[in-house]
């Protein structure tokens, strides 16, 4: 039987949760859960000094709001836990010492100053810097005078001098590192905290991941990492490295820089359908043209049509996705989108009312604001271009309105029939100065839906308007 698929995210709590996070996660989702594996959150927190709470708690909600739902996780152990870094220090500890038992590791105790000299004298003679290996081959003797003078060591990996570490990344092919180029890397600091790729190493396998999908940027750990659980004789995951996402001035996106989180969008009415419809389609091809619905994602994701080179961030392509998922909303659903939007006195009734009209001409929930005056207050000034329409249809053709608008009232079929009677005109030079006159704006919903919905007295004050004005 195959083994199953075990994915995994892996956030580091260093900041709200990006666009670029989003789409790893994403991917990773689609690849384990949601293709009937598992997959799993782990929380990269080993690191004190970064971060805080807080990134965990805003992380795990955007996540879910994702829709990506984990099978284990910090909030639900599944007896591979804990699956937060901060409360494993037990089990590391317990690889450390098989590690250097077993002569795979070593104890360290040059001072930052010391590796500081050592890094600039190679880069003075033109080598690439990495440990010298000073203290590789110290023996007892020696570690017990460093220890005397109070150094608190390292724990160094022994790297092996020679050989060439390979393995094929599920994105970028085949890959190939000589081990004399890495240098012997620290596992665990000489104030005692982990290293992170150690950790993220080891917890891979001990949580039993079968695939890792992450940043490019982690694609140099990658040969330390199966080094590392070679050593440890664990299993080891198969490895994909997602090329980064870049901003639209072409930096890459990161927590620090501040770039579009998870939490704005979702902040600024963007809905998680349409997020997600466009993620699917950042750096990986073959997704249809069209809108794929949620559940549909995984049976349109595939790890061979993911591409190599970079992804832009592209808010156009994500407007277009947004405007499709807005479509796509049930009336409750949409008033429920809105609702802080409308006004506070309005009834249940207005607001579904409210949102089947104008549904297809929201793009946010503030656009409402565009709208409400038009249901129930002064327009805003109309365009130069709208002006001169109503000019050319002239005072005769709103004074005819307002007569067709008594006789007839709000059936805009009726009234477009009396109208033109009485002015000779049809069509566009009809309906168009009508619009504008009753609306502001040449664009929107049907007026046979909207003009239903303004009050009798706005339209006649309109009407009464643009016959003066014109
Ligand atoms: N904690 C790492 C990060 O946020 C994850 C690395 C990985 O996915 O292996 O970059
Ligand atoms: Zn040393």
């Given at each position: 039987m195959e083994p199953i698929t075990v994915t995994r995210f892996a956030p580091s709590p260093t900041g709200a949760l990006h666009l670029g996070n989003a789409r790893t996660a994403l991917f990773s989702f689609l690849l384990g859960r949601a293709s009937g594996g598992r997959f799993i959150l782990r929380i990269e927190d080993s690191d004190r000094g970064r971060g805080g709470p807080e990134f965990i708690v805003s992380q795990l909600a955007d996540l879910a709001w994702l829709g990506l739902s984990w099978d284990a996780g910090p909030d639900r152990d599944d007896g591979r836990g804990p699956y937060r870094q901060s409360e494993r220090g037990p089990i590391y500890d317990?690889?450390?010492?098989?590690?250097?038992f077993e002569g795979y590791a070593y104890p360290c105790y040059c001072t930052p100053l010391e590796l500081d000299v050592a890094r600039r004298a190679q880069l003075a003679a033109s080598q690439p810097p990495r440990y010298p290996g000073t203290c590789r081959g110290l023996d007892s003797a020696a570690r017990a005078a460093r220890a005397a003078e109070g150094r608190q060591p390292a724990l160094r990996?022994?790297?092996?001098?020679?050989?060439?570490?390979?393995?094929?990344?599920?994105?970028?092919?085949?890959?190939?590192?000589?081990?004399?180029?890495l240098g012997d890397f620290v596992l665990r600091r000489a104030d005692g905290g982990p290293m992170f790729f150690f950790c993220n190493a080891v917890d891979d396998s001990l949580m039993d991941v079968t695939q890792v999908l992450r940043?490019?940027?982690?694609?140099?750990?990658?040969?330390?990492?199966?080094?590392?659980l070679q050593a440890l004789k664990m299993p080891v995951p198969r490895y994909?490295?997602?090329?980064?996402?870049?901003?639209?001035?072409?930096?890459?996106?990161?927590?620090?820089?501040?770039?579009?989180?998870?939490?704005?969008l979702r902040e600024r009415g963007y809905l998680a359908a349409a997020v997600g419809n466009?993620?699917?389609?950042?750096?990986?091809?073959?997704?249809?043209?069209?809108w794929v619905e949620p559940a549909e994602f995984a049976r349109n994701f595939s790890l061979d049509r993911l591409g190599r080179a970079p992804a832009?961030?592209?808010?156009?392509?994500?407007?277009?996705?947004?405007?499709?998922?807005?479509?796509?909303?049930?009336?409750?659903?949409?008033?429920?989108?809105?609702?802080?939007?409308?006004?506070?006195?309005?009834?249940?009734?207005?607001?579904?009312?409210?949102?089947?009209?104008?549904?297809?001409?929201?793009?946010?929930?503030?656009?409402?604001?565009?709208?409400?005056?038009?249901l129930r207050g002064d327009l805003p000034p109309l365009t130069a271009e709208d002006s001169s329409v109503?000019?050319?249809?002239?005072?005769?053709?709103?004074?005819?309105?307002?007569?067709?608008?008594?006789?007839?009232?709000?059936?805009?079929?009726?009234?477009?029939?009396?109208?033109?009677?009485?002015?000779?005109?049809?069509?566009?030079?009809?309906?168009?100065?009508?619009?504008?006159?009753?609306?502001?704006?040449?664009?929107?919903?049907?007026?046979?839906a909207l003009l239903p919905a303004i009050p009798a007295a706005l339209v006649r004050a309109r009407l009464t308007g643009a016959a003066r004005a014109h």
């Amino acid at each position: 039987m195959e083994p199953i698929t075990v994915t995994r995210f892996a956030p580091s709590p260093t900041g709200a949760l990006h666009l670029g996070n989003a789409r790893t996660a994403l991917f990773s989702f689609l690849l384990g859960r949601a293709s009937g594996g598992r997959f799993i959150l782990r929380i990269e927190d080993s690191d004190r000094g970064r971060g805080g709470p807080e990134f965990i708690v805003s992380q795990l909600a955007d996540l879910a709001w994702l829709g990506l739902s984990w099978d284990a996780g910090p909030d639900r152990d599944d007896g591979r836990g804990p699956y937060r870094q901060s409360e494993r220090g037990p089990i590391y500890d317990g690889l450390y010492e098989k590690l250097e038992f077993e002569g795979y590791a070593y104890p360290c105790y040059c001072t930052p100053l010391e590796l500081d000299v050592a890094r600039r004298a190679q880069l003075a003679a033109s080598q690439p810097p990495r440990y010298p290996g000073t203290c590789r081959g110290l023996d007892s003797a020696a570690r017990a005078a460093r220890a005397a003078e109070g150094r608190q060591p390292a724990l160094r990996f022994r790297v092996p001098d020679a050989g060439v570490i390979e393995f094929e990344d599920l994105v970028r092919g085949p890959q190939s590192v000589a081990a004399a180029t890495l240098g012997d890397f620290v596992l665990r600091r000489a104030d005692g905290g982990p290293m992170f790729f150690f950790c993220n190493a080891v917890d891979d396998s001990l949580m039993d991941v079968t695939q890792v999908l992450r940043g490019d940027d982690h694609l140099s750990n990658t040969p330390r990492q199966l080094l590392l659980l070679q050593a440890l004789k664990m299993p080891v995951p198969r490895y994909g490295h997602l090329p980064l996402l870049l901003d639209a001035s072409g930096a890459p996106l990161s927590k620090r820089r501040g770039s579009t989180t998870v939490g704005e969008l979702r902040e600024r009415g963007y809905l998680a359908a349409a997020v997600g419809n466009y993620l699917l389609r950042l750096g990986h091809t073959g997704a249809p043209d069209q809108w794929v619905e949620p559940a549909e994602f995984a049976r349109n994701f595939s790890l061979d049509r993911l591409g190599r080179a970079p992804a832009h961030f592209d808010a156009a392509q994500l407007d277009h996705w947004q405007r499709e998922a807005v479509r796509r909303l049930t009336p409750e659903q949409a008033v429920h989108w809105l609702d802080a939007e409308l006004p506070a006195d309005w009834s249940g009734q207005q607001r579904l009312e409210f949102a089947g009209l104008l549904q297809g001409n929201l793009l946010f929930p503030a656009d409402t604001a565009d709208w409400l005056p038009v249901l129930r207050g002064d327009l805003p000034p109309l365009t130069a271009e709208d002006s001169s329409v109503l000019a050319e249809a002239g005072p005769a053709f709103f004074e005819a309105a307002l007569t067709a608008y008594h006789e007839v009232g709000a059936d805009v079929g009726a009234l477009g029939r009396e109208l033109k009677q009485r002015t000779g005109r049809k069509g566009a030079a009809l309906f168009m100065p009508l619009r504008i006159a009753l609306t502001g704006r040449h664009d929107g919903p049907e007026l046979a839906a909207l003009l239903p919905a303004i009050p009798a007295a706005l339209v006649r004050a309109r009407l009464t308007g643009a016959a003066r004005a014109h």
